[in-house]
């Protein structure tokens, strides 16, 4: 069973959104060119979905500004801008995503005392996502990944992955995915190595038989 995990191709993190990745848009027409080739046997979306006040905000700290270092439940958290709230359009899907071909939408980041960058657990790792559980039943030995933001939500999800899921493939499609900051987008490529994870390109994929 081969598996697409599309990580958090949502408005807020695309051009205009309230947390834009740089060009993340341009991950649409890949995400879909995957999608349509038929090469999956499933599709899953992650999507972040907090409420108004979640922690991770800055307007939650009174005195601090998006991207400074903050705390949240006495750890140390970057501090984001309102984004993702339930409900609003920046939580939204980015409207060109084919979304009648994905099979199960993942929420995350609901809880607002912790912030939930992967898609299989909270950052404190106490709470799950159910994910794991969704795809272990489902049979799934091969995972690709890719989506928003490289650095930080991707990188999280493909490395839970490769910590929760033993003898799973996982594999990081790069072209399909947008970072933050370009130094952190190559640190967290090398992670994602270093840790098996593969590195991949959709040309890459939609070449194998």
Known sequence: MKCLLLVDIQ????????????HGEDVV??????????????????QDWHPADHGSFASQ?????????GTLSGKPQMLWPDHCVQGTRDAQFHPGLNFAGIDHIQ???ENREVDSY?????????????????????RVGTLDICGLATDY???????DAKAMMPGVDVRFIADASRGIDPA???AAIAEMAAAGVRIMTSRDVLAER
């Open 11 to 22: 408005n807020g993190f695309c051009s205009g959104g309230n947390l834009a990745v740089p």
């Open 29 to 46: 027409p890949v995400a879909n060119r995957l999608i349509a080739e038929g090469r999956y046997d499933l599709v899953v979306a992650s």
């Open 61 to 69: 700290h009174p005195g601090k500004k998006p991207f400074e270092m």
């Open 107 to 109: 929420r995350k980041g």
């Open 118 to 138: 992967s898609a299989f657990r909270d950052n404190d790792h106490a709470a799950l996502t159910g994910l794991s559980g969704y795809l272990a039943r489902a």
């Open 153 to 159: 939500c991707v990188k999280a999800t493909a490395l």
């Open 184 to 186: 952190g987008v190559q």
